[in-house]
């Protein structure tokens, strides 16, 4: 269970006593962001790892839903910071030429993941290159996050909680 309380200057996570001043707490104690969630069928859209680098920053390594019927995952790594109580990345074309995709869990051959990789990156082209950050706003069961781009609301909004990784979540549409 989430408890929610304001420890200054910024809202904070309670979980197990212990009050959670910066953003990525959670995932320096292992969990993992679930974002767009359904909460009864234990369900992501997105799920996020962030591990700790030794420069304070993170890798995050995100496993995407970006097709369904069938199912296609996009599975990538950039690298994201704190920033006061912001989770921040600056995502650049580079970032996505390492960018694996999946079809019902079989990894896509190089063209067909070539095609879809510059659809992506046409998609992304309003943040790349730019400070992409998030904000976690206290909301229901978890957190609405609130993004800007280079300082400014862009309208981006998900629904996204944080997770133990043998809570069972797992990708919508996965087996």
Known sequence: MWYFL?????????????????????ARQGYLECGSYDAAAKTCVEIA???????????LISQQVIGTNPQIVMVYKVVAFEDGNQICA???????DTTEFFRENNKLGA????????????????????????????EGDGFMAEYTTDGIADGRKT???????????RLVGSK
Request: net charge positive; proline share 5%; aromatic share 8%.
């Open 6 to 26: 304001l420890c200054l200057p910024t809202l904070a996570v309670v979980t197990a006593g212990a009050c959670m001043a910066g953003p990525l707490d959670l």
């Open 111 to 138: 063209d067909e993941a070539s095609r879809i990789r510059n659809l992506v990156r046409e998609g992304m082209y309003a943040v790349m290159g730019k400070i992409s950050c998030l904000t976690l706003r206290a």
């Open 159 to 169: 629904k996204t909680k944080w997770v133990k990784p043998d809570e069972g979540y």
């Open 49 to 59: 790892k962030y591990v700790p680098r030794a420069d304070g920053r993170f890798d």
């Open 90 to 96: 600056k995502y650049e074309l580079v970032d996505f």
